[in-house]
């Protein structure tokens, strides 16, 4: 309370924002950012105690957590009609099935009760000499179940269209293409809907918790990835992305900030052979994300971790994407994933009851720590013996050419002298 009562800044925010249940304020002016930075040490143990959940961006099932509001051009989705039907639930898909037939049939139907009224074929219902545009319709129902006959092709019984009439010719044309349209269309959709290969995620199982532990004397962020089917993933290819809120020098706030993790992409370890459950690494080194972040910080931090697995599947030659994410209470700091694979007579054997288990293993991270220091500390004093070594060189240049140039000037002044010299010694 000593600091807020010594500095007197007045406190101008740019915007306030929510964001995971919190208030959030943005800040323009550096200085008083800085000032929040010295207040962050004595607030931390109050919201320690208060600390909410973070909201997942994405789900652990995958499931993008983000839902679109204040959409004022929704027309966008009809202009990709069959796109916008395929990605609809499937209740919605069969009842837009069922009322794509309905409608056309009841349409026609209408139209076709709609020529026998006009023609007056309802009002010779008895007459034997009279030719109706169609046979037996003598109502609504008869003329829908004609429109249904024609559309599906099922073929006429009673009901048949007669050559005297020219537009009830053109208008079975119409149907007939007509129908075959939305029979394409709409048996299309569903095809499309039941080959998409979203199922064949739910084969692909990421484990529970990621770990950080040392891998050939390297510090390493560990997660494990696995396929329960036999029929395996084409060109397997993995991706992680950090997500944090960060805040730039110039004050703007990005809540939901996008940092790539590298997971062997200049190796090609990002790529899989995804035929028994592998361990993806990254190094934690000075590019890493995570450089700057020890056990005790990463309990404090929040941010998530999604792993995106994409690949083909074998079966259907579709593109199939797995995803999954880890907070940052369910990074285990210390930690190293169970071996699960045994050998068997004549093949590996794989236990997936020991997929998710993880046990306790010595991280050495004071050890690493001091390494790294060791490091730039030999570098540091390596960088200044250098620099001390170019600094007595030149001026040892520079003495070396003073008193060459000290030296040139005696001899020219002591020869300009000695003519004078041998004048007097003549004279004499």
């Known amino acids: 309370m000593a600091l807020k009562s010594q500095i007197q800044v007045q406190l101008v925010f740019c915007s306030t924002e929510t964001w995971f249940g919190k208030q959030i304020r943005v800040i323009c002016n550096h200085e008083i950012r800085f000032v929040l930075c010295l207040w962050a040490p004595a607030v931390t143990k109050v919201q320690s105690r208060t600390r909410r959940k973070r909201q997942r961006y994405v789900e652990k ?89 024609t559309e599906t092709t099922i073929g006429y019984g009673h009901r048949v269209i007669t050559d005297q009439c020219p537009v009830g010719t053109m208008l079975l044309l119409l149907q007939a293409i007509l129908g075959s349209m939305v029979n394409a269309f709409m048996v299309g959709c569903m095809f499309v809907k039941i080959s998409q290969p979203n199922k064949r995620a739910e084969t692909l199982v990421f484990s529970k918790h990621a770990v950080i532990s040392l891998r050939d004397d390297k510090l390493c962020l560990m997660f494990r990835v696995g396929d329960l089917r036999s029929s395996h993933i084409v060109g397997a290819n993995m991706r992680a992305k950090l997500i944090k809120s960060k805040q730039t020098q110039e004050g703007e706030f990005i809540p939901l900030d996008q940092t790539d993790i590298s997971v062997g992409f200049e190796t090609g370890d990002d790529r899989l052979f995804l035929v028994s459950p592998l361990v993806i690494s990254h190094e934690i080194d000075s590019c890493s994300a995570f450089w700057d972040m020890s056990q005790a910080q990463l309990e404090k931090e929040d941010f998530e971790i999604v792993v995106i697995l994409e690949g083909m599947v074998e079966a259907t030659g579709m593109t199939c994407q797995a995803r999954s994410s880890y907070l940052a209470e369910e990074v285990l700091w210390g930690h190293r994933f169970s071996p699960m694979m045994s050998l068997a007579e004549g093949f590996f054997d794989v236990d997936y009851g020991a997929f998710h288990h993880t046990f306790e293993v010595k991280c050495d991270e004071v050890a690493f720590d001091l390494k790294e220091e060791d490091l730039f500390l030999a570098l540091e004093h390596l960088n200044i013996f250098v620099w001390g070594l170019c600094f007595l060189s030149l001026c040892v240049c520079v003495c070396v050419c003073v008193c060459v140039c000290v030296c040139v000037c005696v001899c020219v002044k002591f020869k300009s002298f000695q003519p004078y010299e041998t004048q007097i010694n003549t004279k004499i």
């Open 61 to 149: 099932n995958g499931r993008c957590n983000v839902q679109h509001g204040n959409m004022r051009e929704t027309y966008r989705y009809l202009t990709d009609i069959f796109t916008t039907l395929v990605d609809l639930n499937w209740r919605c898909s069969l009842f837009v099935f069922v009322m794509a037939y309905a409608v056309t049939w009841l349409f026609f139907g209408a139209i076709w009760y709609l020529i026998a009224y006009c023609r007056g074929d309802l009002d010779h219902l008895e007459d034997e000499t009279w030719t109706p545009c169609v046979n037996n319709v003598n109502g609504f129902i008869s003329a829908f179940l004609f429109s249904i006959e």
